[in-house]
């Protein structure tokens, strides 16, 4: 009789230790998962905090390079208005510079002009002697203006090579000329002959070298 009492004593506590184990998981148990809720609720805010940072990061990258491009592109405007400018300036310095150009280019009396154009001419027919005549009054007519002295050289410089070369031209032709008149008076007629010749051959239109050549050769008795 005294042992059953035991029995039921001793299971009696054993399901009160059960149950309290049990209670004790569930409160742990439940302890356990409002941890973990904690933590989600904190990741999730960390991850919305750093998308809504992104966003703003881009939100702002965006509206630095919409200003920075505005300004580039304001830059660049006035630098091409700038450039215009500049270049407008540059036009009007060159169109100033033509201008007081044209306004400081002397004129020419007409008088040297017709005498510097008349010797052209008769340089060009093979009339050095009368060439050299008018080249040489141009010459004293520009000398005697009341031209600039970088003027005068400028128009002196057109006809002087033609003019030295009239010059030279004739005076040989002349020395030929009176080589021969001097031989023909000696009666030397095939000396007189060639002098005459070799003065027709560098001026051929040298009136008196032509003549005194024809009567040379009807002395001698030649066609």
């Not at 580039?72 to 450039?83: N, V």
């Not at 500049?86 to 036009?91: L, P, V």
Request: proline residues 1%; charged residues 20%; neutral net charge.
């Amino acid at each position: 009789m005294s042992f059953r009492v035991i029995f039921k004593s001793g299971l009696a506590s054993n399901r009160k230790l059960i149950q309290i184990i049990i209670l004790g998981l569930i409160i742990v148990l439940l302890f356990s998962m409002a941890i973990l809720g904690s933590a989600c609720k904190a990741k999730t805010g960390t991850g919305i905090a750093a998308g809504t940072g992104k966003q703003e990061s881009s939100v702002s990258s965006n509206s630095s390079n919409s200003t920075n491009s505005s300004t580039s592109s304001t830059g660049s405007s006035q630098s091409s208005g700038s450039t215009a400018a500049n270049s407008g300036s540059t036009n009007e310095t060159s169109s100033q510079s033509a201008s007081e150009t044209e306004t400081t280019v002397e004129a020419i009396p007409q008088e040297i002009s017709n005498l510097i154009t008349e010797a052209d001419g008769y340089y060009a027919s093979g009339e050095y002697a009368l060439a050299s005549y008018t080249y040489r009054k141009a010459e004293l007519a520009i000398n005697d203006s009341n031209l600039t002295k970088e003027t005068q050289q400028l128009q002196l410089s057109l006809f002087s090579t033609k003019y030295n070369k009239a010059k030279e031209i004739t005076d040989t032709a002349r020395m030929h000329f009176g080589n021969a008149m001097t031989l023909e008076y000696q009666q030397r007629f095939t000396e007189a002959k060639k002098e005459l010749e070799a003065a027709l051959a560098i001026y051929p239109k040298y009136k008196d070298a032509v003549d005194a050549y024809n009567t040379l050769k009807a002395t001698m008795g030649l066609q």
